[in-house]
């Protein structure tokens, strides 16, 4: 008999490695493939910027809680967020969406005007896509498209030593949202009489069912001249994607607790749900905040800025990657991203 | 209460046609958007195409009978047929995969090994996608995009009164293959002691799992100095294409039962399946040929090549889309083409 290896043995990123072992490419204007937040393609004077991906209703959404039009904005969101985690601006869309009998007209157009506003809040065309039936529930596949100045590109591994660690907005609300959503969701099935008790959490909730792409960050780098050292969109986490920076880069990294950005929301919704604040904003997934690098010498140009984070600062590789506590400990920094599998 | 229409009262292209009405486009670049085989983007001294598919378990695909191999290069072919409809040059893919956990690694690892050598035969580079999780069955969602000199562009509409209907090797293939498969599974299904006796039709099973697009025909067309006024895959069936080109160049149409490719394959097992063969190559879908027109005037650079078709010519759009029968008389087209809802 053949070997029969489960997919959860290897995980997500342990899967997409092994299958990008075997990937070749053939053309000299593919200046990166796989790995980074969108692929790189040499068109002449600038950088064209693809990436995709694929929303399943029951992995990435519940229908039960979350509408068709969020639904529709986020699938665009999550792709124009990797278009500006590689410093471009999106130019183009693709939709395919794949569903069962059990959507109606009206259905497929609530989704779509949520494509639609979020196509137009992007500025960004969508120029095809596929529809087609499924067997069961809702599928969306997304792909993106944008330009950037060979110049501005920002890759994952571009961060030096000294370099100050950044991140926009603030983190882990999206993941509370979704344990608040959840609850009520539990509720709701236990009693439909009941209420869902959601207006306690507009924000967060509002942080899980619409996410918005920080494209508005890309254009004041760009106004202030800025261009990051490294970047990439935080949808797996934080600590995911410090470990990825330093790998990609080559560097360790020291940050610290007290310069971790979090709402009152999201702080109150993990004391009232028992869970430590602090391991929401490393661990919690799907902010679609910006993480970067800049050399010291951009400092002053972003040091006022008021949805920027100075969160830490990039070390050696040797040196390690570390929180620092509040109370001034340094303890090492753990990966724990979502796992889909 | 609200309406509800079916999907299904609209169909695939109604409910695309409903959609893309309020879609808008932002940018100047964006040279066509949905509505062809691929969308067209003006990147400077270039076109650069771009097309999407979504291929479902269960929709697309029977696991039951299309090796995971197969179903991997099927996956680029149909999309970089696509390409090839704009006639274009294949560059890049994005593959993205939703599955559940009864596929192994080893299972994902076939899948993949159709893509490469999909990706290797056109000459095409894997640049990203998408691993996820899924409830249910498969799902493949590849984008692919490509490159043409703005003067060898070919869209759907440029068809003209005079003009020369092409269509590239033999149709009708794909969907006798595809019935043969579906009643050899019933047979083993009914009695797994039975061995399924595919080895009477080698060719038209493999037209049905393992299409190819024709960049052969793409290449040579360059070679021979030829560009098509309008050109389009066939995936839908040779009627329902005939009726886009139609439709998009405001043309009519005279086409000669005699004239149309048909393999010998193909016809009997047409007849073993009391189908009439000429309706297999009318409304056959995925044989991914061309279906293209040229000029009277570069008919005899194409004369003599052995597998290109002269199937017809265009003429007024008044004058109607005919069928003339192998007895001369003739008979209105009807489109009638899959319906996937």
Redesign the interface.
């Known amino acids: 008999m053949?070997?029969?290896?489960?997919?959860?043995?290897?995980g997500?990123f342990g899967?997409?490695e092994?299958?990008r072992g075997?990937?070749?490419?053939?053309?000299a204007?593919?200046v990166?493939?796989?790995g980074d937040d969108?692929?790189v393609?040499d068109?002449?004077?600038t950088y064209?910027v693809?990436?995709?991906?694929?929303l399943?209703?029951?992995?990435?959404f519940d229908l039960a809680y979350c509408p068709l039009k969020h639904l529709g904005f986020k699938a665009v969101a999550v792709n124009v967020s990797d278009i500006a985690a590689m410093n471009a601006i999106p130019?183009?869309l693709?939709v395919?969406?794949?569903?069962s009998?059990r959507?109606?007209?009206?259905a497929?157009?609530e989704l779509?005007?949520g494509i639609?506003v979020a196509?137009?809040h992007y500025?960004?065309?969508?120029?095809?896509?596929?529809?087609?039936?499924?067997?069961?529930?809702l599928?969306i596949?997304v792909?993106a498209?944008g330009e950037v100045e060979k110049a501005r590109i920002a890759y994952r591994s571009g961060a030096e030593v000294n370099d100050i660690l950044c991140v926009t907005g603030d983190l882990g609300g999206a993941l509370m949202g979704l344990q608040v959503l959840e609850r009520e969701k539990q509720v709701f099935l236990a009693n439909p009489a009941m209420r869902p008790d959601l207006e306690k959490y507009p924000y967060i909730t509002g942080r899980q069912l619409r996410p918005d792409a920080r494209m508005d960050i890309v254009h004041e780098l760009r106004d202030l001249g800025v261009v990051p050292t490294s970047m990439m969109d935080i949808s797996d986490g934080l600590a995911s994607e410090l470990f990825h920076i330093s790998k990609a880069s080559g560097v360790g990294m020291t940050i610290y607790e007290d310069k971790l950005p979090i709402d009152k929301e999201t702080y109150d919704a993990a004391v009232e749900f028992n869970m430590d604040p602090i391991t929401a904003v490393l661990n919690g997934g799907e902010d679609y905040e910006l993480l970067f690098t800049i050399s010291q010498s951009d400092f002053s140009k972003l040091e006022k800025h008021p949805d920027v984070h100075f969160i830490g600062h990039i070390t050696k590789e040797e040196e390690g990657k570390f929180l620092v506590t509040k109370s001034g400990t340094a303890v090492p920094l753990k990966a724990q991203g979502w796992k889909?599998?």
């Open positions: 053949s070997k029969r290896t489960e997919i959860s043995e290897l997500e899967l997409i092994r299958l075997s990937i070749q490419t053939y053309h204007s593919t990166r493939g796989i969108a692929a393609i068109a002449g004077d064209r693809v990436t995709t991906d694929l399943v209703e029951g992995v990435h130019k183009e693709t395919s969406i794949a569903l009998n959507f109606s007209v009206e497929v157009e779509y005007e639609r196509a137009q500025k960004v065309d969508v120029v095809g896509g596929d529809t087609t039936a499924s067997r069961s529930g599928v596949s792909t498209m889909h599998f």
